[in-house]
């Protein structure tokens, strides 16, 4: 038994949180953090039962193709296990979820936002999953989890403000009753993640590139999509964009972009060379 809650951990080339052969654990409101170049599992939860692993966020912010976010491990039959509420991310090419010799239980898997930067989602069982709808159906649950950016502060501060994440979680009030900074959460509609936040008023946020075909060599309209996580009509914003080492001219945005919503902005153009990296 016990709880392992309100920790900020930050790994390199190693488990940053491994739980083994527990039996009642509460795991919640950590933020995990793996970094480096070698081979990461941020967090793995091995052979325990009755665990509950709720409101975490995790980011595998390291380079290796072979790095997991989070790795569940069971060598023999388990019980009561709960994955609710949590925020997973990779920046590297691995896999944002993994679980191994595992049976799926009813409402094991339940409102949890991931996110990753390589062809998929995750491992289940030995099977390469695509995607959120092939893990669903892999998992036989985590019906109410999707796939969105949850725009963490940064790489080392995982306090997230993506509003299709605010007030998305389950409540788990016989877990947990606040946040990792303390705050109350909502006894109805908390949210996603560590941390329970509210948006704020002005907040412009990019959720990557927009380009309806395939780039080919030469000259290129670079657009990008401008969200609004605010909850006041965002009236100007200033997109910045540098391809490789080449830093772009910044773009002064206006108009009128409603809370919570967004839309695409053409913010200038580049020339692609053929047979060429770009990032």
């Known amino acids: 038994g016990g709880i392992i809650t309100g920790n900020k951990v930050l790994t390199l080339n190693y488990k940053a949180i491994h739980v083994l052969n527990s039996d009642g654990i509460i795991i919640a409101n950590n933020m995990a953090i793996g970094t480096g170049t070698g081979a990461v599992e941020v967090v793995r939860m091995e052979n325990n039962t009755n665990t509950h692993f709720v409101n975490n966020s995790i980011l595998c912010a390291n380079t290796n193709t072979t790095s997991i976010g989070l790795n569940f491990i069971h060598t023999y039959a388990v019980t009561n296990n709960r994955v609710w509420n949590n925020i997973i ?19 094991w898997l339940k409102a949890n936002v991931y996110f990753y930067s390589g062809t998929n989602l995750g491992q289940y069982n030995g099977s390469t999953i695509a995607n959120i709808t092939a893990w669903k159906t ?18 080392t501060n995982l306090h997230a403000n993506e509003y299709l994440i605010n007030n998305k979680a389950v409540p788990v009030l016989d877990d947990i009753s606040d946040d990792f900074d303390g705050q109350v959460r909502s006894l109805t509609s908390p949210d ?3 941390d329970e936040f509210n948006l704020m008023s002005v907040d ?20 990008v999509v401008l969200k609004n996580n605010g909850t006041t009509t965002l009236t100007s914003a200033t997109l910045g964009c540098k391809v ?36």
């Open 89 to 107: 991310q990779t920046n590297s090419l691995g896999s944002a979820i993994k679980f191994q010799q595992y049976t799926a239980q009813t409402n």
């Open 138 to 155: 892999a998992s036989n649950s985590d019906s109410a989890s999707f796939v969105i950016n949850p725009q963490f502060y940064s790489s």
């Open 192 to 194: 996603i993640g560590a």
């Open 204 to 223: 412009a946020a990019t959720n990557g590139f927009n380009f309806s075909s395939i780039l080919c060599s030469g000259s290129n309209s670079i657009h």
């Open 244 to 279: 490789n080492s080449t830093v772009l001219s910044n773009y002064n945005w206006s108009g009128s972009l409603a809370s919570v919503t967004q839309t695409i902005v053409t913010i200038g153009s580049y020339n692609f060379l053929a047979n060429t990296n770009y990032a």
